[in-house]
T-cell receptor, first 112, second 112 residues
Framework: DTAVSQTPKYLVTQMGNDKSIKCEQN?????MYWYKQDSKKFLKIMFS???????INETVPNRFSPKSPDKAHLNLHINSLELGDSAVYFC???????????FGNGTRLTVT | GNSVTQMEGPVTLSEEAFLTINCTYT??????LFWYVQYPGEGLQLLLK?????DKGSNKGFEATYRKETTSFHLEKGSVQVSDSAVYFC???????????FGSGTRLQVQP
């Protein structure tokens, strides 16, 4: 029944590694997002896809690459992880021209 | 650009106290306004929303009124409960750019 699900919930890795976070939504929404929440709880949009097409690409290092194999999935791949990448990453979805966003429970990434 | 400013937290209240969390925004045009709530270890959930001036959003005893003249959307609740302890985010969005712009969040702690 989970509407927006992310895996893994926790991810601990070393600097320089490459990792992926997966997101799936079963709400039939056509738009998906990745947000980054820093240690002070500030949320910032990273990417947004609409029907598998990238529509928002904020100022994010090239090491971050989103991939949307279909409109129900939006994965986030991160290359050469850095300490500053430690944060909670939230996936969300919505239906075109409508709100609200539905969020997953987040993936806590810790880079050591 | 668009931005949302919330009062700094944490806000600490006793059970049954009155709650106000201030939110003001800067935007070109007339955005839709939202309050989201994040309980510990979870993703964000929509609490209430308002799509035009003078609209009042309400849910679970919480209310907020869209005030165009003061560009504000303050969150209020008449009697808080311990279970209301969470982080509250004010946000705005425009049709056509569906990503939300969030405030920095305000942590509410309700003591029994």
């Amino acid at each position: 029944d989970t509407a927006v699900s992310q895996t893994p919930k926790y991810l601990v890795t070393q600097m320089g590694n490459d990792k992926s976070i997966k997101c799936e939504q079963n709400l039939g929404h056509d738009t998906m997002y990745w947000y980054k929440q820093d240690s002070k709880k500030f949320l910032k949009i990273m990417f947004s896809y609409n029907n598998k097409e990238l529509i928002i690409n904020e100022t994010v290092p090239n090491r971050f690459s989103p991939k949307s194999p279909d409109k129900a999935h939006l994965n986030l791949h991160i290359n050469s992880l850095e300490l500053g990448d430690s944060a909670v990453y939230f996936c969300a979805s919505s239906q075109e021209r409508q709100s609200p966003l539905h969020f997953g429970n987040g993936t806590r990434l810790t880079v050591t | 650009g668009n931005s949302v400013t919330q009062m700094e937290g944490p806000v600490t209240l006793s059970e049954e106290a009155f709650l106000t969390i201030n939110c003001t925004y800067t935007a070109t045009g007339y955005p839709s306004l939202f309050w989201y709530v994040q309980y510990p270890g979870e993703g964000l959930q929509l609490l209430l929303k308002a799509t035009k001036a003078d609209d009042k959003g309400s849910n679970k005893g919480f209310e907020a009124t869209y005030r165009k003249e003061t560009t504000s959307f303050h969150l209020e609740k008449g009697s808080v409960q311990v279970s209301d302890s969470a982080v509250y985010f004010c946000a705005l969005s425009f049709t056509g750019r569906r990503a939300l712009t969030f405030g920095s969040g305000t942590r509410l702690q309700v003591q029994p």
